[in-house]
Every structure is written in C-alpha cells, then in structure tokens.
C-alpha cells in the first residue's frame, strides 16, 4: 500500500470547501516555499505503511535519549516557535522513505546534520547568531536539541499509534500534506482523526492556538465526520507514547464510527 499525494487530494482537499483550498493555495503561492511545495506534492509514503509493531519496538530499544539531561529550563522561546518552509515531520518522514525504516535519535540526528542540514538547521542559523548575543553557545545548542528532541518524541508517538491502529485491521492513512497544513493525523474513508494530549496551552476541546481540523473542513461537500479524540500517556519510561488503554479506547471508537457510518 502506498498514499501519495493525489490521494490525499482526492480524498481531503478536492471536497475540504474554500478554508482547506485557501490554506493551500496561500501555502503553494508562499514566497521561499517552492521547494517544500515541489517536495510534498511529489511523496509517496510506502515504507511507512509497510512497518510493523515489531519495528516501532525495535527503534524504542536501539535509541538514545533523545533529550539527555537537557530540561525544559534550557528551552528558549525564540527557537520553540520557529518555522521554516521545510517542517521536521517532513524532515522526518523523507528520512523512513530513504532509508527504509524508522530512524533512532541517533539516525534522526545525524540525518538533519547532514543530508537535511539545508531544510532547518541552515535556516535557522540566523536566529541562532542573534541569540548568541543573549545566551552562551551551550544554552543555544541544548535549547536547539531540546527542540529536536521534542519533535522526534512526538513523531515516533504518532507512528507507534499508526502502525498500531493498522495492525487492528484498522486502514487508516497518512500523508504530509493533511498533517501538516490540515491539522488531520490520520484519516479512513470519510473520517478525519485528530489526536491530542489534554493541554490548555495547545489544545482543550475546540481551544487552542493551532487551528483545528474543523476549520478547515467546516464547509466540506460531502461533509467529513471529525474525530477529535483525547489520549494519555504512557507511564514511566514510555512518556512519550499513547496509553495503551487510550489506544484501545480509540480503536474501539474508530470501529463504531466507521459501523455507524455518521
């Protein structure tokens, strides 16, 4: 199986309504964002729905820590909002479709060094000079890691739930384009499912800074069903991955949405 990008538009953004092919258009017509707009419209994601269980397990016993001893007090604000064209999610899914698997940290850290340097720690570069006129060489490096560090955490989180759902002969699928830009993480048929950890900061319900699935999809013809579904952490060890109860509990409810049919 693979889902390319036209079949995302054809199953998303071809009946989103005019939010969803506004957000598009603007983000295909944004000055500097030629090549991330040639990039995603061109990927395909195979290797990712070829992974297994036993995969995800696998890189969760091989990585390093991904955070080291950095805290979230070594965190600096100008780098924990900062974007660029290329997104580390596309940084990150390049890296499995390239490699044929799912990268460790240390993978992953040396992927975005070197072969991805140009997508985001090039760009970045100019912020990093400026904050090395506030903060010592050290904080603004632990503070970039710290960053890094995050996202990979929460990348391996949304693919250990994917490969999981997928192994309950759920066919959930995937692609940059409704992640990144739609705000959807996964999507099977005419059910749109958005995941979140209960955080008041980023999202609470409906509230949060990042705009939800629903607002892009609100005037969708045929109308979308949207699943936003609360999940919980693992506990100690494992804090980066959904429960294993809040897996089930979505499970069970992708099931009775999908034999309710709306």
Known sequence: MAVTFEN??????????????????????????????????????????????CDVLYVMENTEHALGDIRKENQIKEIENFTCPFALQHIFHRYIENAGRIPTWQQFS??????????????IQPLKERLLQQYSKKRVSDAIQWRLGKFYYSALRELDLLVWLRAQSLDVKYHLLSDVLLRVDFWI?????????????????????KPPAEYFFNQARPPFRILDFPVERQGFGRLWLVSDQSKQALAERIKTEINSGG
């Open 110 to 123: 040396r992927w975005i060094q070197k072969q991805a340097y140009p997508h985001w720690l090039e760009e």
């Open 189 to 209: 048929d005419d059910l749109l499912i958005c995941i979140y950890f209960p955080n008041k900061r980023y999202r609470d319900g409906q509230k949060g800074r």
């Open 8 to 53: 995302c538009k054809n199953d998303l953004l071809d009946r989103a309504g005019s939010p969803a092919l506004k957000a598009y258009q603007e983000w295909q017509n944004r000055p500097g964002y030629e090549k991330v707009v040639e990039f995603v419209e061109g990927f395909n994601h195979k290797v990712l729905f070829e992974l297994k269980p």
